[in-house]
Each structure stands twice: as structure tokens, then as C-alpha cells.
């Protein structure tokens, strides 16, 4: 007797032009992204930047789970080497550059490029940390950050490395 029912009030309820046609609505389109924000670019070194006048001409150093070393240059000629180990007490180094010096550093790493190293590597090997230089002179203003070993492995990256160490093989 439902069923009956149901077919009547069905068959009362058809159109005699056939089912009605089922509407789509269509969504406005999405208005379009506009980034407004211009791409971001690696950094890339640069000659025309001016340093702080209390900024390192120099820092070079990095840390690992073995500890960490810092060697920083002051535009004054200070220099300074830190070294932290895990249960050991700091070492600390300091020592002066004259402004000759000064000025042969600053053209020492002009001229062995060491504002365009960069890695080599996506990762380190295990245990392995990042050293970082940073130049802060005037006309050469970069940061380059190598895997640890690769200031050994890299011809032009060990130039780099050697030309620091012996300002740093002079401090007391």
C-alpha cells in the first residue's frame, strides 16, 4: 500500500515535459594570485656594499659537535681567535695587523676569489659542520659558507683557508 502510494504521488508530481533539467551553478572564478613579492635569489657576494665601521673586516669559524673556532679581524687591526672545546677551558689568541697588512689581506682575497667559493656538497659527511667566512672591507663585502672539509678539499677554498692562517699562526 505504500508503494502505491509512492507511485501515485510520484507520477502526480511529473512535469509532462519530462524531468526538469538539474541546474549546475557555477562558481565565479577565482580571482588570479599575484605575488607581490619579487623572487627570492640566492645571495650572491658583492663589491659595492660599505661595512659598519664597528663590523669585522674579517670572521672566520664555525662549530660541530666537536666545539667551535672564531677568528675575527677588526677594521682597527685587532685580531682574535677563540677556541671552545666540550670540557675544556677556552683558548683564547689575540694580535694586531698593521694597515699594511690590512691592505694585503683585503687584496690577498680579492685576488684568490674568496667571495665566489661555494659548496660542492647538499651534505656533510657525519659529525661534519659549516665554516663560515664573512669579508667586511671596503669594496669586498661577502659571506661564504663551506662544509668543513671542503676548506681542505677545494683547491681555491684551501688558497682562502692558508691566507688566514697565517695572519692567525701569529697570535699569542
Known amino acids: 500500500m505504500r508503494l502505491a502510494l509512492l507511485v ?6 511529473r512535469s509532462p515535459d519530462g524531468p526538469a ?3 549546475k551553478e557555477t562558481a565565479p572564478a577565482p580571482a588570479p594570485v599575484v605575488d607581490a613579492a619579487p623572487p627570492v635569489r640566492a645571495p650572491q657576494p658583492t663589491t659595492t656594499q660599505v661595512p659598519g665601521p664597528d663590523q669585522p673586516v ?4 664555525g662549530a660541530s659537535v ?10 682597527t687591526g685587532s685580531a682574535s681567535e677563540t677556541i671552545r672545546r666540550p670540557g675544556k677551558p677556552d683558548e683564547v689568541k689575540n694580535g694586531m695587523l698593521s694597515p699594511a697588512e690590512l691592505r694585503r689581506l683585503h687584496d ?14 647538499t651534505v656533510g659527511v657525519p659529525d661534519e659542520g659549516h665554516t663560515n667566512l664573512n669579508v667586511g672591507f671596503m669594496g669586498l663585502v661577502c ?25 692567525r699562526k701569529r697570535l699569542r
Open 21 to 23: 533539467p538539474v541546474k
Open 108 to 121: 690577498d682575497l680579492a685576488a684568490a676569489s674568496c667571495c665566489s667559493l661555494a659548496s660542492k656538497r
Open 143 to 167: 659571506s661564504v659558507s663551506l662544509w668543513d672539509n671542503e676548506w681542505h678539499e677545494l683547491p681555491a677554498a684551501a688558497a682562502c683557508a692558508k691566507l688566514l692562517d697565517r695572519f
Open 66 to 75: 666537536f666545539g667551535s673556532e672564531s677568528f675575527v679581524i677588526l677594521p
Open 8 to 13: 501515485a504521488l510520484a507520477a502526480a508530481c
Open 58 to 61: 674579517v670572521s672566520f669559524g
